[in-house]
């Protein structure tokens, strides 16, 4: 068995629904949290660094999954258009966040339990 402190544990987790679509995982985490920083889908793709198609597009995905709006959005005119997260939006970042960290520390306390163990029960 490999040394195990030169190991680590890495897990990504996403939420589908029944027919297996992704709901929500971290790229829209990202998403969201950069829309709630910008206040613009505009922006927020800028700075992830995709398309506004690709942003708008997974935001309407989440929104029909959910059957329920993830932001409350303003058209452009004088002042501009904007975006801002829904209190369900943001009720969802921290239960994923959390959930997200959660996952994190299981999977290392396993991982601490099954390898730095095992080696222990080889030698």
Known sequence: MPNPSNLSVKS????????????????????LQAISRHGSIHAAAQELQ??????????????????????DRKTGGVRGGGSKLTPLAR?????????????????DELFRDLFFSASRDEK
């Open 12 to 31: 990504k987790i996403w939420i589908e629904n029944e027919n297996g679509q992704v709901v929500f995982g971290t790229g829209r985490l990202y998403i």
């Open 50 to 71: 995709m398309s506004y198609r690709a942003v708008w597009g997974k935001i309407r995905a989440t929104e029909k999954r959910l059957g329920h709006d993830l932001l």
């Open 91 to 107: 009720q969802i970042i921290e239960r994923f966040e959390k959930l997200n960290d959660l996952t994190k520390a299981s999977a």
